[in-house]
């Protein structure tokens, strides 16, 4: 068994460590064995580490969890993902309180150049689906492919990962249980289905329990590996708010369709929107045009000569350089708020100095 593959599947079973406090051990102690090795007093010196949690480390029967575990992995041929490697979804690892442990099993690269998230209620109206099936079946005739992320739960999930396998475009289902089961039971045909061009993804290991509050915790993981999250419909409270919530937190992009005010599953939706928290969705293009994904996109803004920078300007531009960089990682370098760092960025956009990508990324002209 291989040793290391071991330790960081043992690491995300240690109870009470969660995930930010996993990546500082690791941060910390540099090998993840020395973290199950460390003495007490050594463990406490972590940030987020206190007495209690450097007794569950020294005590934990995680290793042999995490042995069971891996021998259930290898029979049914699922992998595992560490947050360090070069498989496990790239734009998930920026965010803070992504899974230190992935299991997959599937067919598809989770990293793709366009990756988008839909979700929505459990009891999708007719035009819900419609509006659903019409936005996949667009993507693919406009010839964008695109990785389409969802839950696997009943209505507006289970509609987008349908529209997806019949237009031929890959799909994901981020599960809010282990591998050994699918849930709900009446989705175990299309979940095989999914397997073969696309996969299950989860970060709960074999034999947990269905638990509610899991799937309200999978739902970061559905904002946090995409580009953008798409909410078809909603009504004011549900898992579908609470993505589109965790998506802003990570700086992606949101969209909601609009419906009547009456509706009680357009409410959520209308109210993303008149919350400036998503983009009125109508079509595929108004994607297109704010991810910058037009197929050949005219430029808005001409590019202004002699433009005069203030000194903060001068600071991200100089940042940017010639890479391409998230407005977080813009603001760590910087040193400066993120809403201070919105501003002088959206001034530089119009300037036609710098362009926005897709995910909030950005980069010179």
């Known amino acids: 068994m291989n040793n290391t593959l071991l330790y960081k599947t043992a690491l995300s079973m240690i109870s009470g460590i969660g995930n930010i406090n996993a990546k500082r051990l690791i941060a910390h102690f540099g090998n993840i064995e020395d973290i199950f090795k460390a003495k007490k007093k050594d463990l406490l010196k972590v940030q987020g580490i206190g007495e209690f949690l450097a007794n569950e480390i020294s005590k934990t ?8 575990e891996i021998v259930f992995t290898e029979k049914h041929k699922i992998e595992v993902l560490f947050f360090l490697d070069n498989n496990y979804p790239e734009k998930l690892k920026h965010c803070e309180d992504a899974p230190v442990v992935l299991y997959y099993k599937g067919t598809e ?42 839950g696997l739960a009943y209505g507006v999930d289970v509609c987008a990962h349908q529209a997806a396998l019949k237009n031929d475009l890959p799909t994901i289902a981020v599960l809010g249980h282990g591998l050994h089961t699918v849930y709900p039971a009446a989705h175990k045909k299309i979940a095989k289905e999914i397997i073969e061009s696309g996969g299950l993804l989860t970060e709960f290991p074999n034999n947990s329990k269905l638990d509610p509050s899991n799937f309200v915790r999978r739902n970061r993981i559905i904002a946090g590996m995409a580009d953008a999250t798409i909410v078809i419909e909603s009504a004011k409270k549900g898992g579908s708010l609470i993505t589109a919530e965790l998506a802003n937190s990570y700086n992606r992009d949101v969209f909601a369709y609009p419906g009547r005010v009456n509706d009680k599953y357009s409410s959520g939706c209308n109210w993303l929107i008149k919350t400036n928290r998503a983009a009125l969705m109508e079509n595929v293009s108004d994607l297109e045009y704010i991810l910058g994904w037009q197929q050949n996109p005219k430029q808005a803004v ?17 940042i940017l350089g010639e890479e391409e960089l998230s407005i977080d990682i813009i603001s760590v370098k910087a040193n400066m708020p993120m809403s ?24 010179r002209q």
Do not use: W
């Open 61 to 68: 029967d995680a290793l042999k969890k995490a042995e069971k």
């Open 109 to 150: 690269k989770l990293n793709r150049q366009k990756i988008i998230s839909i979700v929505g209620t459990r009891n999708a109206t007719r035009q819900g689906k419609d509006n659903c099936n019409e936005l996949i079946k667009d993507l693919k005739t406009l010839g964008h492919k695109p990785l389409i992320v969802s």
């Open 302 to 318: 001409q590019k202004q000569l002699f433009v005069e920078l203030n000194n903060d300007e001068k600071i991200l531009m100089d």
């Open 340 to 363: 201070k760092v919105s501003a002088l960025l959206l001034n530089l956009e119009f300037s036609g100095l710098i362009r926005s990508l897709p995910g909030k990324i950005y980069k």
